[in-house]
């Protein structure tokens, strides 16, 4: 219901929906992943980071949950601890790149090299990723001019289904632009 009432633009439904099932399941963690992304949504960096982290109790090798965890802890002003995290994840496999990137240890070219695929439907959704969190870096970095550009590379990229588009979506409407 929740993902419903979100597309729809039914921000506060949606946020109440998912309130009323982590009430009912609070043991189910994928309802704080959810939530989080939500939060990042309406700019609630805090409360997102606090969610993702929550969200990794189960499985802290998500590698993708440790990447949306460090966009909320950075977009919070908060430390990143993704050095740490990185050092029992497997950064061979998709998203690994992502964080190789994040960490220095590959540059932009490289990552955009890694996320070429033979298979179309790869190709898409890493191009997506890494053009969103390429942005989340350069907006990090305070070089909104890049972020802007990446972002919007990602909103155009991104299926609809993907959290790095609703979220791109909202951080271009922070730099005053219109997705």
């Known amino acids: 219901m929740a993902v419903v009432q979100q597309r729809r633009g039914e ?3 949606a946020m109440a929906s998912l309130n ?3 009430g009912l399941d609070p043991k189910n963690f994928g309802l704080y992943r959810s939530r989080a992304f939500l939060y990042l949504e309406i700019g609630d960096v805090q ?3 606090s969610d993702f982290s929550r969200s990794l109790e189960p499985n802290p090798r998500d590698r993708y949950v440790q990447l949306w965890l460090d966009v ?11 050095a740490e995290a990185a050092k029992g ?5 998709w998203p690994g790149p992502i964080i190789k990137f994040y960490l220095g240890e590959i540059t932009f070219s490289e990552l955009m090299s890694k996320a070429d695929d033979a298979d179309p439907s790869k190709l898409n959704g890493q191009m997506c990723t ?5 942005g989340e870096l350069a907006l990090a970095e305070k ?3 890049k972020a802007a550009k990446l972002l919007g590379d990602a909103v155009n990229i991104c299926p609809e289904s993907f959290a790095a588009s609703t979220v791109a979506r909202a951080e271009l409407r922070s730099l005053g632009m219109n997705p």
Do not use: K, T, V
């Open 20 to 22: 009323q099932a982590i």
């Open 47 to 49: 409360d997102a980071a």
């Open 11 to 13: 921000i506060d439904a």
């Open 130 to 134: 890494a053009n969103y969190f390429a």
């Open 89 to 93: 994840l497997n950064l061979s496999a």
């Open 143 to 145: 070089d909104s001019g």
């Open 72 to 82: 909320a802890r950075r977009r919070s002003a908060q430390p990143s601890q993704l």
